[in-house]
Structure formats: C-alpha cells, structure tokens
C-alpha cells in the first residue's frame, strides 16, 4: 500500500442502500498494510454493511467486495477508510464525533510516522483516547507492528518490542467460560454467540474445575503476551493460551473493562477459519451495539416495567 496517494480524504468504499435508522459506520484508520492484509480488513467489514454498495476507492482505483454478507445480521451502515497520516485533529475531530460507532485499527496503522508529523500524530491520538474516555466510539484493534496504535494508547507497555502485538501458532486456545459467560449476561448478541451451533461444536473440551474449554486454531491470530499488557487487570481474557503456556501465556480475545476498546483472534490475514469470522463478526456487533452503548429504550424499558409494577406514581410515559 506503500504507493498510493495520500490526499487527506476521508473515503466511503460501501454504504448501505437501504435507508434506515442505523447510523452506524466504520472508520478504518490504515498504515501502509501488506495488500492481501489491507484487503482482507476492507471485505470483511464491508460484509457488515447492511444491504451494501460498493463504491471506488480512488486512491488504487479498487473495489471490496463485501465478504459473507448477511443482511439479517448486519449492523454497520457504512465503512470509511483513511490513511493514517492524513487525519489531522483539528479538520476531523468533528467528523470522528458524530460520524462513527467503530474505529478499527489495522496492523500497521501508527508505524513509521515521519518526525515532521509525530506531533500532529500524536494530537490525533489524544483525540482517540478522548473519544475512547467518553465511550463515544468502539474501538477495534487488529494487533499493531512497531510503535503500534494501542501502544500510543497506553495499552501495551515499553517491554513489548516498541509497541509491537505479537501473535500466536498454537493449535489449541483456552476459553474462559465465565468472562464469555460475565460479558453474555449484558447481551443479546453474545447470548445468540454462546448459543450458536458453530461455537458449540468447536469447543473439543471442557475443564469442569475452572469452567475453560478448548477450542480449534488454524491459522495465525493475535496473541499478546500478558507481560506486555500495560494492566492485564483492566480486560476481559476470554481467549488465550495460560493454561497450556502459564510462563509464556498469550491473549488472544481481549475486551476493556472499562472502555469500548477490544482485540480479537483475527487480525487481517485472509483465513477459511470459520470459528474467527465467527468472533468477530459477533463480537464487533456486541462492541457497537450493545457494549456501554447508552440508548433511550433501555431506560424506556425500565420505566415502563416500573410503573407497571406499581412502584412509582404521578408518571407520564410517552411512547
């Protein structure tokens, strides 16, 4: 991607025909990724798109087709894409305000950043980790080379080679049953997720003591070593390796306590893993929706069953 012409525009590759009420947009902010990696983020969240049409990113003349799509799950109504050195704080802070549900960071996006534009760079990172406080907008990390986004973020410590996410070959990973089943508890999405025929039958075992089963891996995924997590404390571990590796333990599925940040297994690499398009179509889906997302009809909800039983007076409820 190292060719291309950088202007400073933000730009749509796909956007839903369908006019609803869903707002709800992607912003892939990208460094200079590998074309196979780059293409693969593109498609995948094109696939997210509801009833999607695909537009020219003029920057190569290429289209992405959206990869399985699924209008009945679908939960995206656009996806955007901007280099990461053509985002300047002062011109896209609006935009990045009103305009997204998820920034998704790929590998490379915060690597090589010239001298004249470190300090330009790191404004916009200050307005990311705003946005991050507020709970305004989920944020998706896939891994992160040298100097990577989650680095600058304050996520991964110095240890980590320069900020660098490592991955992981393992053919089995641990699933922690009680942070899946803890995150569940809040959401319709993952409950469907937990109950999915697909992620039942790739659970191979079960440890009954500490509720961790083991299911498949088949490809390269993100595996971040729990050292180089800033405070391993603050995220929800639902896949890694600890059990198996306990001095070397690997995260591979990770989702902020407190923020509507995540890591997920896939990363960008082309795969036919089933199970990993299966996470992360899901789990995005929770992070967008669902996920310290604040909504009128939750509280609506509230209200209504409150009144219904009787325990609040001199209520007007309109609907």
Same mark, same amino acid.
């Given at each position: ?73 679908? *939960?995206?109504?656009?996806? /955007? !894409?901007?280099?990461? &050195?053509?985002?300047?704080?002062? =011109?896209?802070?609006?935009? +990045? #305000? ?22 330009? *760079?790191?404004?916009?990172? /200050? !307005?990311?980790?705003? &946005?991050?406080?507020?709970?305004? =907008?989920?944020?998706?990390? +896939? #891994? ?28 089995? !990973? ?146």
């Amino acid at each position: 991607m190292s060719s291309q012409q950088h202007t400073g525009q933000i730009y749509t590759i796909c956007q839903s025909r369908s006019i609803s009420r869903n707002k709800k947009k992607a912003l892939i902010i990208h460094g200079a990724e590998p074309d196979h990696f780059f293409q693969c983020a593109c498609e995948k969240f094109a696939g997210f798109v509801r009833d999607p049409q695909v537009f020219v990113w003029p920057p190569k003349n290429l289209t992405f087709q959206p990869h399985r799509p699924d209008d009945d799950f679908a *939960f995206l109504s656009g996806v /955007d !894409l901007v280099y990461h &050195l053509d985002l300047h704080p002062q =011109v896209h802070a609006e935009c +990045l #305000r009103t305009q997204y549900s998820l920034i998704v960071f790929p590998l490379y996006a915060g690597c090589s950043i010239p001298l004249t534009q470190q300090q330009t *760079f790191s404004k916009v990172m /200050d !307005l990311i980790r705003d &946005l991050i406080v507020q709970k305004h =907008v989920a944020v998706l990390f +896939l #891994r992160g080379s040298a100097n990577s986004v989650p680095h600058r973020l304050g996520y991964i410590c110095n240890g980590g080679e320069d900020g660098f996410v490592g991955y992981t070959t393992q053919k089995e !990973l641990e699933l922690d049953m009680n942070e899946l089943s803890e995150l569940a508890m809040r959401s319709r999405v993952l409950s469907e997720f937990q109950n999915s025929k697909l992620f039942l039958d790739s659970i191979k075992q079960m440890h009954q003591i500490n509720n961790i089963g083991t299911i498949p891996n088949t490809s390269f995924i993100c595996g971040i070593p729990r050292a180089h997590l800033k405070n391993s404390s603050e995220w929800h571990l639902v896949i890694g390796t600890a059990l198996m590796h306990p001095n070397e333990a690997r995260e591979c599925l990770l989702i902020h306590r407190e923020y509507r940040c995540f890591f997920t297994p896939w990363y960008g690499m082309p795969t036919p893993d089933e199970l990993s398009h299966h996470i992360v179509k899901y789990f995005c889906k929770f992070m967008v929706e669902e996920y310290f997302v604040k909504t009128g009809d939750g509280f609506q909800a509230k209200l209504k069953s409150t009144y219904q039983n009787q325990q609040v007076t001199d209520l007007i409820i309109i609907c």
